[in-house]
């Protein structure tokens, strides 16, 4: 299709357009309940968004890292220690500059991969998901020596009005992402994303074709990392509403990186999808242990189940479908599409080959 | 000046054997990368898998020692057939990182299997082997060390030198080597892949059962076991992804280092350094010696 706008054909706006128009207009007006809010779709905005940094590093520069929720904790606590000590920068401010310094984390942690790939970068990135929780668990100041161990999270003020009802938090979290989203989708499909992908797809062909190894892959762990601190400070501020560093131990990491593998590696949507699948599931499980069995299921029993089916469906996936819930979607528009096209006109045959 | 080289001492052996621990963790590991050059990230969970079955058994059923520790190993060896069946025989010719994540799907079902059938509480584990100073060696050496670390030092060089042995005299061990250089060559010579890989993960499982129990006679058997055997995975950065000796070396390293190091420097920046020091120290010995001390060279192709 002709692209209209930059690098957009008319179905990419008029999918951004339904998007908004679903999310902005739609989803308020009919949704009224407080836990739609609190407890799914922010969360689930913020956890989108951290899964598109996984994204960048995994799916498209294809990087193995394990350290998504230390980045979080960095945003997270960057953010709680600008408001307090720099309150002149302001909400939006100090969500990019806590962006930033965890940006300089993923640098810093993203040097080894120019070195080593594989299982070996991953345990290189475990490094930073343990340094980064024990450096703010053991420096009081990072926490600003509340010695409880939990501090609560400052109120959200933009602009002098303060966003502190669940709605106002779902408006942040979706401007957020939405802007993120894009800034994604559009270096995904320029050069940039192009250098990720040709150094994920071979990486010493890459090189001999003049992509700079070092250039692309720290780049995208900066990237990678200032979206997982952003996500972190919403996080924190909108869906937790409080700091504590065991959030975001390892155990945020590996789900991260399971919503992004389920959701489709090298995808934006498939973070979505990921996030969504990740955190509803879960809830529909005790939906179905409180009503269908009426509680005689143990919680803890549901809760093992619920990870006996994440690692089922991670090695079902990785057998019959490595790329995801997303490839799924498209595969189903594809045989709808095709179905439509056969039945709908007459004397048109399928374009579908038919053995 | 005496006082503190023994304190030195003390720490440095204590390091030593605390080490052997991670040690038996990584020998799983490398048993299983060395014949399928598959990295299986779910070792951790069948370390706790095993040795909750095992208290399980021993607990709930009241099964003695010797037959509940069979029974254990002969769950570890239908685990490793089944993965072989479901998981590994399906992505056979799938790239490495996909087969990593599929085993780390594979942690996942045996933890959550594990708890689900085992419950989540703490259990405690007594092999009649306590965890306090040997006083022999406290009288005349001057040195604190547990009894514990001694046996699970002992088992360790015992695993290994039997491992050693298997791998180096026997027809089996020469069919693993055959299988680790060149699956398709070796099984187009008749060397059965299918038993080789059973094998392989029953061995694997049954060194995690053995050391689930050294963990767990010192931590309790807990959920914590899991993030306690991801330390393995620094200590075959520095010894080799495929070298059963490096195994070993790199555990030592790794357990004298954080113990120096969580002593020595650790009060300076309030301690619990231990936690990311082995990891920290990966990463140099990643950027210096990539294949670790023992591993074979990697040669990468375009």
């Known amino acids: 299709m002709k692209p209209i706008f930059m690098t957009y054909t008319k179905k990419d706006l008029i999918n951004l357009a339904v998007c908004m128009v679903l999310s902005v207009l739609i989803i308020p007006t009919f949704i009224k309940t407080e836990y739609w809010y609190t407890s799914i779709l922010i969360p689930w905005l913020c956890l989108a968004l951290a899964t598109i940094g996984q994204q960048i590093v995994m799916g498209y520069t294809g990087q193995l890292a394990l350290g998504a929720a230390g980045f979080m904790a960095a945003g997270a606590f960057a953010m709680f220690n600008l408001i307090l000590r720099v309150p002149d920068l302001g909400f939006v401010g100090s969500l990019i500059v806590s962006g930033l310094i965890a940006a300089a984390f993923g640098i810093l942690f993203g040097l080894p991969s120019l070195k080593v790939r594989g299982i070996y970068l991953m345990v290189a990135t475990l490094a930073s998901q343990f340094f980064i929780i024990w450096m703010i668990d053991k420096f009081g100041w990072f926490k600003n020596y509340d010695s409880s161990g939990i501090i609560t999270a400052q109120d959200i003020v933009i602009l002098g009005k303060p966003f502190t009802t669940p709605l106002a938090m779902y408006f942040v979290c979706l401007a957020v992402t939405t802007i993120l989203t894009l800034l994604a989708m559009n270096m995904a499909r320029g050069s940039t994303g192009r250098n990720w992908m040709a150094v994920r797809d071979m990486d010493i062909a890459a090189e001999s074709m003049g992509v700079s190894l070092l250039r692309t892959k720290v780049q995208a762990f900066a990237i990678s990392a200032f979206y997982c601190g952003v996500a972190g400070a919403l996080f924190a501020f909108c869906y937790l509403k409080s700091l504590e560093p065991v959030a975001f131990d390892i155990?945020?990491?590996?789900?991260?990186?399971?919503?992004?593998?389920?959701?489709?590696?090298?995808?934006?949507?498939?973070?979505?999808?990921?996030?969504?699948?990740?955190?509803?599931?879960?809830?529909?499980?005790?939906?179905?242990?409180?009503?269908?069995?009426?509680?005689?299921?143990?919680?803890?029993?549901?809760?093992?189940?619920?990870?006996?089916?994440?690692?089922?469906?991670?090695?079902?996936?990785?057998?019959?479908?490595?790329?995801?819930?997303?490839?799924?979607?498209?595969?189903?528009?594809?045989?709808?599409?095709?179905?439509?096209s056969s039945s709908g006109i007459k004397g048109v045959k399928s374009p579908v080959l038919k053995k | 000046m005496a006082n503190e080289l023994l304190f030195f001492m003390e720490v440095l052996v204590g390091g030593l054997l605390a080490g052997t621990m991670y040690s038996l963790v990584a020998l799983g590991f490398v048993l299983i990368f060395k014949a399928s050059a598959t990295f299986n990230f779910s070792q951790g969970a069948m370390v706790f898998f095993s040795v909750l079955a095992f208290c399980g058994f021993m607990q709930d059923f009241n099964i003695p020692f010797v037959l509940a520790f069979i029974l254990a190993a002969f769950l570890m060896v239908v685990v490793g057939l089944c993965t072989e069946r479901l998981v590994l025989r399906p992505l056979m010719n799938a790239s490495e990182d996909t087969v990593l994540m599929a085993t780390i799907g594979l942690g996942y079902v045996l933890e959550g299997l594990a708890q689900a059938a085992w419950g989540v509480e703490v259990r405690r584990l007594d092999l009649g082997i306590g965890d306090f100073p040997v006083p022999w060696i406290a009288d005349n050496l001057k040195l604190f060390i547990s009894a514990l670390d001694i046996t699970a030092g002992l088992v360790a060089a015992i695993m290994i030198i039997g491992l050693f042995l298997l791998f180096k005299y026997t027809k089996i061990g020469l069919g693993l080597r055959a299988v680790a250089d060149d699956a398709g060559a070796a099984s187009s010579i008749g060397i059965p892949l299918k038993h080789i890989m059973l094998l392989v993960w029953s061995a694997a499982g049954v060194v995690a059962l053995v050391a689930g129990m050294m963990w767990g006679a010192r931590a309790g058997v807990q959920f914590a076991l899991v993030d306690l055997a991801l330390k393995a995975l620094p200590v075959l950065i520095i010894g080799g992804f495929s070298s059963i000796p490096g195994a070993i070396i790199g555990g030592l390293i790794i357990g004298a280092v954080e113990k120096i190091l969580e002593v020595y420097i650790g009060p300076f920046f309030g301690g619990a350094i231990e936690g990311w020091a082995p990891y920290v120290l990966a990463i140099f010995f990643l950027l210096y010696r990539p294949e670790g001390l023992f591993g074979e060279k990697i040669i990468r192709r375009v």
């Open chain 1, 251 to 340: 155990k945020l990491s590996f789900k991260i990186l399971f919503m992004c593998i389920l959701g489709g590696l090298g995808t934006i949507n498939g973070a979505f999808i990921g996030a969504a699948f990740i955190l509803l599931f879960p809830v529909l499980l005790n939906a179905i242990g409180n009503n269908v069995f009426h509680g005689a299921i143990d919680a803890t029993i549901i809760s093992s189940i619920e990870q006996v089916i994440f690692g089922l469906l991670m090695i079902i996936f990785m057998i019959y479908e490595p790329l995801g819930m997303a490839k799924l979607w498209e595969n189903l528009k594809q045989s709808m599409r095709s179905k439509l």
